[in-house]
Every structure is written in structure tokens, then in C-alpha cells.
């Protein structure tokens, strides 16, 4: 069975400072991984995606994920954490063996501190 | 515009009435989806549909029925709804095949009274 797992569910951060948003996910066969955030009263906006091209996936705003298939890790960084950053993440598995379905992790709400 | 369109934004209803939430996009894709979304519990599959033949019932389904008019339009009903429906409701489309992103609509907050 697919799941995924954001083991944080909320992460306080200093301007400036690293920003890291951990993901485990576990996925039967070779699985699409995404990250999406939701700033306040807003829609979900994508912000990165692995589909087994290369491990390390840049993204929108400074973010960038790392695929690990022997941790079943996809963990969110950035270097420096700017307030705009402060929202809500998403990790997210898809898999042919799933029904092409998507499954959500249950969130990450990210806090900036001035 | 907006590519994923959701009509009412937001909506306030009573225990026991019908109501309707639409979705509509300009994307060209074969694929819609609802989603519900509670505080703690990230958004959770209602129904979805891979084209307007094929609809599929989710992890939620429980009171809910969808129709698919149209491949750019897919409406949520409650048929009587009930205060923990309360939630926000998010429309999503996308491309088949499960490397292709989900495109999602402004959401619906629907408030159950």
C-alpha cells in the first residue's frame, strides 16, 4: 500500500536560517514524489517533483528535494528561509500500482521567524 | 484566468440540505478529483475520475455523490448534508499517468451549521 509519512507537523525556523521538511513515504513499486504548499486561504501550488529522472530535484523559490530509495526518504530543504516561506507543505506519492491515485502526507505547517 | 475554477468559495449551509460544488478547467486534462481537506489531516480522496465515463469513489465517499458533465467540468453533491462535512473542498486535474502533477482549484469552504 501506498502512504506517505511528514514526520513534523510543524517547523519553527529564523529568517535566514536552513529549512528542512522531512518526508518517508512507502510506495510497492517505482513511485512519483511531489511537494506542494499552501500559503494561508490559498490553493495548493506544486513546488517540486521527482519521477525518476535525477535524484536531486530543484524547485520554485530557492526548495530542493533529495530522493532516497534506500531511506524511502524525499525530504524539502532550503538553504535560507525567507518569511514568505511560512505555509503549510504537502509531501505527496503517486504509483501505477496505486490507480495513478495521490496520496497526501498529513502536512508540515512552517513557521518564520523574523 | 484560472486554469481550475471552483464555484461557490465559500458557502454556508444547514444540516439536511442539498448542495452542490462545481469545478471547472481549462487545462484539457482527462483527469478531476475532490478532495477534502481538515485541520491535522491534510486532504483526503473524495472521487475522481479519469475521464467522463470513469468515476471512482475514494477514501471518503460516505455522503458525497459527483457527475462529471463534461471533461472540463466535475461538481461534488451532498446530497443532506451534515455538520462534519465542514471542511475545505479542493478541485484538481491532471494529465494521466501518475509522473504528472495535479493542478488545484482556489477551494470551496463549506461551513455546515
Known amino acids: 500500500a501506498q502512504s506517505v509519512t511528514q514526520l513534523d507537523s510543524h517547523v519553527s525556523v529564523s529568517e535566514g536560517t536552513p529549512v528542512l521538511l522531512r518526508c518517508n513515504y512507502s510506495?510497492?513499486?517505482?513511485?512519483?514524489l511531489f511537494w506542494y504548499v499552501q500559503h494561508p486561504n490559498k490553493g495548493l501550488q506544486l513546488l517540486l517533483k521527482y519521477t525518476s529522472a535525477a535524484t536531486l530535484v530543484k524547485g520554485i523559490n530557492g526548495f530542493e528535494a533529495e530522493f532516497k530509495k534506500s531511506e524511502t526518504s524525499f525530504h524539502l530543504t532550503k538553504p535560507s528561509a525567507h518569511m514568505s516561506d511560512a505555509a503549510e507543505y504537502f509531501c505527496v506519492v503517486s504509483d501505477w500500482s496505486a490507480g495513478n491515485q495521490f496520496y497526501f502526507g498529513t502536512g508540515t505547517s512552517l513557521t518564520v521567524i523574523p | 484566468d484560472a486554469d481550475v475554477t471552483q464555484t461557490p468559495r465559500n458557502r454556508i449551509t444547514k444540516t439536511g440540505k442539498r448542495i452542490m460544488l462545481e469545478c471547472s478547467q481549462t487545462k484539457g486534462h482527462d483527469r478531476m478529483y475532490w478532495y477534502r481537506q481538515d485541520p491535522g489531516l491534510g486532504l483526503r480522496l473524495i472521487y475522481y475520475s479519469f475521464d467522463v465515463k470513469d468515476i471512482n469513489k475514494g477514501e471518503i465517499s460516505d455522503g458525497y455523490s459527483v457527475s462529471r458533465q463534461a471533461q472540463a467540468k466535475f461538481s461534488l453533491s451532498l446530497e443532506s448534508a451534515i455538520p462534519n462535512q465542514t471542511a475545505l473542498y479542493f478541485c484538481a486535474t491532471s494529465r494521466g499517468g501518475s509522473s504528472y502533477e495535479q493542478y488545484f482549484g482556489p477551494g470551496t469552504r463549506l461551513t455546515v451549521t
Open positions: 510506495s510497492s513499486y517505482s513511485p512519483s
